[in-house]
């Protein structure tokens, strides 16, 4: 695969506070992570050129963003539609606008009012914006079974059945998410230690999963600002560039319930992509931000990327291998599921304060490679692999 | 419960044979007349070969068990007064995989397990629609 990314760079990154009740809108927390990241970067947002909104409906449109950051001239706009893979298959995007000339500065942004407008689980939302919505309407919704948690437990409940996976695995995934978010001011769970004991007794939300393996509800925006190598060069910060990127689809796209392979995911087909066109492999990752939607979705991901082999990855995780000073620190900032629900723009803005050594007390040593991956829908996935200015 | 019953729109183009089917106890599926390839759900190309053209086949209503949930929290308000409840997958006999999605019937969640026999069990809501559930098979008599 021909590295044709590698001289696209993120130079700016940016968040807004994230909580339980902004009382901001949506459009104010998309502009305000947006002019962060401007700030970061040291540009005006004028000079963007390309947007790439969130991909909620409900949430800021390319011209919301055009009109409130005096954008001059917006050349291009485009969502991608992968769910929570969207967010690093806007890099991909933007690698694009960059790399063929059409565009000097991208922005991607994310924004949510997740908690206060609880758009995660409405089923009827969900169902409006999901791939082959006329399967999840008629031979789903009837039967009671509308949400991410659901779709996903099954998944989760054919591993365990088949590799032996245990729930306190999955409980190790989420107390290392914990653990770093413990380390982050920035994230919601900053405060909150979480015990094996505490993990065991949350309540069942749709077993196997129970509250403490899903994913937070998050007020918040995230953003991030890309251009080419040669402005990068001029801009304040060492530049952090897109080594490989990918986003990729599974067999039976649009119906989880008759895809042959289960576990077989788009990041199964992403992920070799993207390390191919940096020239890299799994083994040469100093971290990795996974979707961490739920607990099993990180197991199955470093699976499906090829951090370990399938079925093993109950095991990967338990060992201390995943938290900061293992073999391989995953969700430094805390993840969703302990930082916060940014739909992942949050994991990427972590690998490039990771990559130029802004970490403080989470920072990975000498990190200069990090693999960030996106998943979305029934399956859709994403996966970039980051390269530091010092690599 | 005030909430509605999330139904099927039962006169969808391409899924319209296997409602009508249900309302007699059948489970019926496409079947390509160009490579004789079963699919589910209901598409209006062939998966394998592309082909647009389709004939309409019965399958036995049984398979073995794939996989399940357990539901706590009602996603719908219709489900509120439901919880809790299994969701399960059954891929179907002599359907070259074809796996269907339903609610368990008429057994305890915590007797399941992955290959455990499954028939269905046609539910009528109303004169127009039929669901399918599925329950474990009867142990056969020694």
């Given at each position: 695969m021909k590295n044709w990314s590698s001289d696209v760079c993120i130079v700016g990154v940016g968040q807004t506070d994230f909580t339980r009740g902004s009382r901001r809108s949506n459009i104010t927390l998309a502009v305000q992570a947006a002019l962060a990241a401007c700030a970061d970067a040291g540009i005006d947002s004028s000079e963007i050129d390309g947007v790439l909104p969130p991909h909620q409906g409900t949430s800021a449109c390319a011209e919301d963003l055009m009109a409130n950051l005096r954008i001059r001239e917006l050349k291009y706009s485009t969502i991608?539609?992968?769910?929570?893979?969207?967010?690093?298959?806007?890099?991909?995007?933007?690698?694009?606008?960059?790399?063929?000339?059409?565009?000097?500065?991208?922005?991607?942004?994310?924004?949510?009012?997740?908690?206060?407008?609880?758009?995660?689980?409405?089923?009827?939302?969900?169902?409006?914006?999901?791939?082959?919505?006329?399967?999840?309407?008629?031979?789903?919704?009837?039967?009671?079974?509308?949400?991410?948690?659901?779709?996903?437990?099954?998944?989760?409940?054919?591993?365990?059945?088949?590799?032996?996976?245990?729930?306190?695995?999955?409980?190790?995934?989420?107390?290392?998410?914990?653990?770093?978010?413990?380390?982050?001011?920035?994230?919601q769970m900053h405060a909150k230690e979480l015990t094996m004991a505490q993990y065991l007794a949350s309540r069942p939300i749709s077993e196997p999963y129970h509250l403490l393996d899903c994913c937070l509800e998050t007020d918040g925006g995230s953003a991030v600002i890309l251009t080419t190598r040669d402005r990068a060069r001029k801009l304040r910060h060492l530049p952090v560039s897109l080594a490989g990127i990918a986003e990729g689809h599974s067999e039976s796209p649009d119906d989880l319930v008759n895809r042959r392979d289960w576990l077989s995911i788009g990041l199964t087909r992403a992920a070799p992509r993207a390390f191919d066109m940096a020239g890299l492999g799994p083994q040469d990752m100093d971290a990795a931000m996974i979707y961490d939607c739920f607990t099993f979705e990180v197991i199955q991901q470093l699976e499906e990327s090829s951090f370990c082999p399938r079925g093993e990855g109950g095991r990967f995780v338990s060992g201390g291998n995943i938290e900061i000073g293992g073999t391989l620190p995953v969700n430094t900032h805390g993840g969703l599921l302990s930082e916060g629900h940014l739909s992942g723009m949050n994991h990427i803005v972590e690998a490039v304060q990771q990559l130029r050594g802004q970490c403080g007390s989470r920072q990975v040593e000498n990190a200069r490679h990090i693999f960030v991956s996106g998943w979305g829908d029934l399956g859709d996935g994403s996966a970039a692999v980051l390269r530091g200015a010092k690599a | 419960m005030s909430a509605v019953r999330p139904l099927p729109t039962v006169d969808y183009l391409d899924h319209k044979p296997f409602w009508d089917a249900t309302r007699s106890?059948?489970?019926?599926?496409?079947?390509?007349?160009?490579?004789?390839?079963?699919?589910?759900?209901?598409?209006?190309?062939?998966?394998?070969?592309?082909?647009?053209?389709?004939?309409?086949?019965e399958l036995d209503a049984k398979g073995h068990l794939y996989s399940w949930t357990v539901t706590h929290v009602a996603m719908n308000p219709y489900f509120a007064d439901a919880v809790p409840y299994a969701v399960v997958v059954v891929e179907l006999a002599g359907g070259e995989g074809i796996r269907m999605l339903g609610r368990l019937a008429g057994a305890d969640p915590g007797a399941l397990h992955l290959g455990l026999p499954m028939r269905a069990v046609f539910e009528e809501i109303d004169e127009r629609v039929t669901l399918v559930n599925w329950k474990p098979e009867p142990k056969p008599r020694p």
């Open positions: 991608a539609y992968l769910g929570g893979a969207s967010a690093v298959a806007s890099l991909q995007s933007a690698a694009l606008a960059l790399v063929s000339g059409l565009c000097n500065y991208v922005l991607a942004v994310r924004a949510r009012n997740g908690y206060s407008e609880r758009t995660g689980a409405n089923a009827d939302f969900l169902i409006g914006v999901l791939p082959g919505s006329q399967f999840r309407r008629n031979f789903e919704l009837p039967y009671g079974f509308s949400a991410p948690v659901q779709w996903y437990s099954l998944m989760a409940k054919r591993h365990m059945e088949e590799f032996g996976t245990t729930r306190e695995q999955l409980g190790r995934v989420a107390l290392a998410m914990r653990k770093h978010a413990n380390l982050n001011p920035h994230a | 106890g059948k489970i019926m599926v496409q079947k390509c007349t160009a490579c004789g390839a079963v699919r589910f759900p209901p598409r209006p190309a062939c998966t394998k070969c592309g082909s647009l053209d389709v004939e309409w086949v």
